[in-house]
């Protein structure tokens, strides 16, 4: 087992990396919380397997567990779905001195920190991430939220857990396209962060991720306790998303969340879309930031390396794309503000760019 520390501005939280921790759960909980009620929010893929051994460690630890399940998919998050939730934990008879484990992959996590966030003016939260993509990106950080019709994440709270368990074995259970989706999240703080992992990714062997063999675990766990450290230090120098320095984790999203509209939150996963807003940040780095054409293509390469679609469809609607973007988070009144890179290993937060910009790799795309 793995165990690195993320620091925040309120308290420090461990992230537990390694297999068979899903057996353990009860008592590494048990080391910050005493023996109380607790509602574990997962979604209609991810309970069947993985529910029923969670409850049994905690019982065995002295925790009273309610399941509460919604359905899979980025339309679970939503206001509505969340007082769904918390009039569940109500109905089970949970109070102020309980708290919320949210167990799947980025959507549950998001939907259960915010609950955790609200319920009872604010519970503790703990992650246990059952996808490669949440946990090297959406489980650190305490970023929660649900998204509205308008778009993603625009109702939200920051509200960091108490810990976050990544157990690897989980991710055996993935299929090849979910776990291309999570390295899209790697490659992304590569980019932004960290030009020697960039390296090391070029020669990372993928198709370990068909089988994930133990010792191909071990390498995955040295390579999600990386990214993990990436991230908590970035956050860590603007927890609240204040001064710009946090934004740059958000390399790619900016087109990525407008693509992810645009299709209905159906045609593409979420690290799909970030990947395809990726290739689209390139474009503008390179007219914006000076990005070298052979860094642009060895960036496109690597996330084609990882089977990670490059392209849009050819009648993909890319004015649905462009109309979604003026609900960004970054852009401040109507002055658009987007991550640029103008060489592997780091990244900005540019107010140099132009609609037009942006527009022309949306049209490359």
Do not use: W
Request: contains cysteine; hydrophobic residues 45%; proline residues 4%.
């Amino acid at each position: 087992m793995i165990s690195t520390e993320v620091r925040s501005s309120g308290n420090s939280y461990r992230v537990l990396i390694g297999p068979g921790l899903l057996e353990a759960i009860g008592d590494a909980i048990k080391e910050k919380l005493a023996p109380s009620r607790c509602a574990i929010v997962s979604d209609t893929n991810v309970a069947p397997l993985f529910a029923g051994k969670i409850q049994k460690s905690l019982a065995s630890a002295g925790f009273e567990s309610a399941l509460i399940t919604v359905p899979a998919g980025e339309h679970s998050k939503t206001l509505e779905q969340a007082g769904a939730v918390v009039e569940e934990m109500l109905g089970a008879g949970l109070d102020r001195q309980s708290f919320v484990i949210g167990l799947g992959g980025g959507v549950v996590g998001d939907l259960s920190g915010f609950v955790a966030a609200i319920f009872q003016r604010g519970v503790p939260h703990v992650q246990i991430p059952t996808t490669l993509l949440a946990m090297v990106d959406s489980s650190i950080g305490g970023k929660t939220g649900v998204n509205t019709a308008t778009g993603k994440n625009l109702i939200g709270a920051f509200h960091q857990p108490i810990l976050v368990i990544d157990d690897v074995e989980v991710l055996r259970t993935l299929p090849r396209r979910e776990l291309s989706q999570g390295s899209v999240e790697i490659i992304k703080h590569a980019v932004i962060a960290d030009a020697e992992m960039f390296e090391q990714l070029t020669r990372f062997d993928g198709s370990k991720f068909d089988c994930l063999k133990q010792s191909s675990l071990a390498e995955l766990a040295a390579l999600i306790r990386r990214n993990i450290e990436i991230k908590a230090k970035i956050v860590a120098k603007d927890e609240r998303d204040r001064t710009g320095e946090r934004a740059v984790l958000n390399f790619g999203h900016t087109i990525g969340h407008a693509i992810e509209r645009a299709g209905d939150y159906k045609t593409f996963l979420h690290g799909e879309a970030v990947g395809l807003g990726m290739v689209a940040a390139c474009d503008v780095s390179m007219k914006k930031a000076g990005l070298p054409e052979k860094q642009h293509n060895a960036i496109v390469d690597l996330l084609q390396k990882f089977e990670v679609p490059t392209k849009l469809p050819p009648n993909f609607p890319r004015q649905k794309i462009l109309d979604a973007l003026k609900f960004d988070k970054k852009f401040e009144c109507d002055e658009i503000r987007f991550v640029v890179t103008s060489k592997i290993g780091s990244a900005k937060l540019s107010r140099d760019v132009a609609m037009d910009d942006i527009r022309t790799a949306v049209e490359a795309l």
